[in-house]
């Protein structure tokens, strides 16, 4: 399978982009297994077997990009069209939709649409020699999986029309800098194990809460004040209902750390 998805006794959903011989590029199959994996790990969710999601590459990159295989009709007219686009930009939407926190763990190239699978992720941990790219301007395109709308976001407006037009790479420390990558968690040969751990302290807090406040923190660009309020008071309400408040009022009354079940 081009894409796989397991869940581990830690509660860390493992998406895995699965074709490393070609540095992980997205073809039809990836995009379609994009989106079983975000199916199933909605499905893991719902019943609490995962509480948080890692998105990974195969071998020694997160991804190369588009396979040019999805460009094959271009002579003919018979390019992606419309419909096709918006299919694989909902098989990135749907990481960036799940109610648990998601990460994406780059080691190596994440270039075109592998940078923009990692934008839509909450978070993204890179091994000291991810390197993050916008190729589109080199093919006469633009970034069309969701980096115009995310990218400015995160990195701000010039920082993005930066990597948009230029298509130039950024390295690991750049990336951090710019806020792109979250953190690095050293080189390439400790650094699967860094971010399954990093997860897996996401997997361990109290889900209910950080599992809404990414998507609060998204809206909120869009909203109004009166509206962004109303929304935290609604969030927050499910919150004071939760196991994990309860947990959380009980640890801090008996002083010692809480244990957290994610509902």
């Known amino acids: 399978m081009t894409v796989t998805f397991q869940v581990g006794d830690d509660r860390v959903g493992v998406v895995t982009l699965n074709r490393p011989a070609k540095l992980n590029a997205l073809d039809a199959t990836v995009f379609e297994g994009l989106t079983r ?19 990974t590459g195969a071998g020694r990159a997160f991804s190369a990009g588009l396979d040019v295989s999805l460009f094959a009709g271009q002579a003919t007219g018979q390019a992606p069209d419309d419909e096709a686009i918006a299919e694989m930009q909902q098989a990135f939407t749907a990481f960036e939709d799940l109610a648990v926190p998601t990460v994406a763990a780059v080691q190596g190239v994440a270039l075109g649409a592998g940078c923009q699978l990692a934008l839509a992720c909450h978070l993204r941990v890179g ?20 980096a115009t709308w995310r990218l400015p976001r995160i990195v701000g407006l010039s920082r993005a029309t930066d ?15 710019w806020g792109l990558l979250d953190a690095v968690l050293g080189e ?10 990093f997860a897996a302290r996401l997997a361990r807090g109290p889900t209910v809460a950080t599992g809404a406040v990414a998507g609060l923190l998204r809206d909120s660009f869009a909203a109004g004040r009166d509206q962004a309020l109303r929304a935290e008071r609604q969030v927050q309400q499910r919150c004071l209902a939760s196991a994990d408040f309860a947990e959380a009022a009980r640890a801090g009354a008996q002083r010692r750390d809480a244990v957290f079940e994610g509902r």
Do not use: H
């Not at 499905?43 to 077997?49: L, S």
């Not at 790219?133 to 633009?142: C, K, M, P, S, V």
């Not at 990597?163 to 800098?177: E, G």
């Open 188 to 197: 390439p040969d400790e650094f699967a194990a860094a971010a399954r751990a």
């Open 163 to 177: 990597m948009a037009v230029t298509a130039r790479r950024i390295a690991a420390p750049t990336a951090l800098s």
């Open 127 to 146: 091994a000291g020699d991810a390197d993050f790219g916008l190729l589109e301007a080199r093919w006469g395109l633009i970034p069309d999986l969701g």
């Open 37 to 55: 994996a975000a199916d199933q790990a909605a499905a893991a969710i719902a019943d609490r077997r995962c509480r948080a999601v890692l998105v």
